[in-house]
């Protein structure tokens, strides 16, 4: 099986611009979660998606979006960045979800940084 | 609050040898571990997983060790070998009915492993 996809690898910005990254899932996996992995916070959940549905939220601003098609493929948006949004934007896959044997997968991820 | 503790940001050992790498929690309602190994501009790769009903799995020369009472669980590398060398993540999920733990891990900071030829 072809693993999770992440487009695009890197990205460079500016303040106040905005940006959409995307993510493809693992054929056959249902949910869809991002995370920001900065030195200073480590890994940071995002947000869930499964059936095009967000299910769960984590800790940060509505600039901060998302949504998942039909397909389960999956985009995040950030609006209005600001120069803490620069980070490593990862995507990872799950076949349910939740826990108890349901791993999630990675992408290698969306190398982001706003100017 | 960091509810996922790695408190040892790195660790050096010798091919051949044990590597254990630990981890602490302090969220009760985590009933779900799992390891992450990670190397530099790649996204983490699932390593091994455990469930609270257990208190050991293996996989290869993987093994995962929880401790419910302490909240602390272990990565046992043997042997360990140079292309081993990684950042490990811990990472824990909570089985809840509000559904406020669908597709969320959290995680700890991180340790960085190397192993020398």
């Known amino acids: 099986k072809a693993g999770v996809t992440q487009t695009p690898r890197y990205l460079i910005k500016t303040r106040g611009q905005q940006v959409t990254l995307s993510c493809s899932p693992i054929s056959g996996h249902r949910s869809v979660s991002w995370y920001q992995q900065t030195p200073g916070q480590g890994l940071q959940f995002l947000f869930e998606?499964?059936?095009?549905?967000?299910?769960n939220k984590g800790n940060f601003p509505g600039r901060f979006s998302g949504r998942q098609f039909s397909n389960s493929r999956s985009e995040m948006n950030v609006s209005t960045l600001e120069l803490g949004d620069s980070a490593l934007y990862l995507c990872?896959?799950?076949?349910?979800?939740?826990?108890?044997?349901?791993?999630?997968?990675f992408g290698p991820g969306t190398r982001l940084t706003v100017l | 609050d960091q509810q996922v503790k790695q408190n040892s940001p790195s660790l050096s050992v010798q091919e051949g040898r044990i590597s254990i790498l630990n981890c602490d929690y302090t969220n009760s309602m985590f009933d779900y571990f799992l390891w992450y190994k990670k190397y530099p501009a790649e996204g983490p790769t699932f390593l091994i997983s455990?469930?609270?009903?257990?208190d050991k799995n293996e996989d290869g020369r993987f093994t995962v060790f929880l401790n419910k009472s302490a909240k602390h669980l272990s990565l046992h590398i043997v042997p360990s070998q140079p292309g081993d060398s990684a950042v490990y993540f811990c990472a824990a999920s909570a089985t809840d009915a509000g559904g406020t733990s669908y597709g969320k891990l959290t995680f700890g900071q991180g340790t960085i492993l190397t192993v020398h030829p």
């Open positions: 455990i469930s609270s009903i257990k």
């Open positions: 990872a896959s799950s076949v349910m979800g939740g826990a108890r044997g349901n791993e999630q997968f």
């Open positions: 998606y499964f059936s095009e549905t967000q299910r």
